[in-house]
């Protein structure tokens, strides 16, 4: 049965290993790295299919994520795609452990999953039996991309969507990103839960944990419902062209 921690590794206990594994099921891995290895405490992703294994984000490099990859494929025989849901350096910083992996500009990434319009192209990858939709949603990087899984209806959102603060420097990119990913889900892609790439925000509404912080106690769940990202998208649309931050119960919008 699907199925989240009551807690992650919030940072509170300086010992133990360097990334919390847990089995959404018995096909999805959700991998984070010790808030103690490095404050940004990003998550990772394993998504297993028949033939193919996606690893979505490899961390800030500061912890051995090969190490946990291989011993979680072990015994599998699936090739393993090494892909990111942007390239900001906490989330590419452990692509040295591996040996093939995606690139991280845009025009990488497009030429390798095929998409031939970019940002407004939306591809299928088949891992065998699982089949993930990849839309492009650029604004906080520039190569971000969103990660929907058709089997477990989980939609993977990098720093594009989670409990924390949602940093845009193209906010022409991010408004219209935003747009196209809440079209994608009301065109009939139904999301059970949007799981981002952090946790910042403490369990009281809109209130974030100071920049730099390396123990959360009392945090956020990682996961929100499907509704929050109608109210991201529903905020943006309210706020217009121009950048200013907005403060929500679970997301803050930094304009950069």
Request: aromatic content about 8%.
């Amino acid at each position: 049965m699907a199925s989240f921690p009551t807690r992650w590794d919030d940072g509170t206990t300086q010992d133990g290993p360097e990334h919390q594994l847990h089995w959404y099921d018995e096909r999805t891995a959700i991998i984070r790295q010790a808030l103690r290895t490095n404050f940004e405490g990003p998550f990772s992703y394993l998504l297993l299919g028949s033939e193919r294994a996606l690893l979505l984000d490899t961390g800030t490099g500061d912890a051995d994520l090969r190490k946990v990859v291989d011993e979680l494929l072990a015994g599998r025989d699936l090739a393993l795609i090494v892909a990111h849901t942007h390239g900001h350096g906490d989330h590419i910083g452990g692509d040295s452990q591996f040996e093939q992996v995606v690139g991280t500009s845009a025009a990488e990434v497009a030429e390798y999953f095929g998409i031939t319009a970019w940002p407004d192209e939306i591809v299928e990858l088949d891992l065998g039996e699982r089949v993930l939709d990849l839309i492009p949603i650029p604004g906080h990087e520039g190569s971000d991309l969103a990660f929907y899984d058709r089997t477990t209806r989980l939609l993977l959102t990098g720093d594009s969507l989670y409990p924390g603060r949602l940093y845009v420097p193209d906010w022409t990119a991010f408004r219209a990103s935003i747009r196209r990913l809440a079209d994608f889900v009301a065109a009939g892609n139904p999301v059970s839960w949007l799981l981002g790439a952090h946790i910042e925000l403490t369990n009281e509404p809109g209130v974030d944990f100071a920049m730099g912080a390396d123990v959360h106690p009392d945090e956020h769940p990682l996961q929100l419902e499907p509704a929050v990202l109608g109210e991201l998208q529903e905020a943006l649309s309210e706020a217009g062209p121009s950048p200013h931050r907005i403060v929500r119960d679970k997301f803050i919008v930094s304009p950069r």
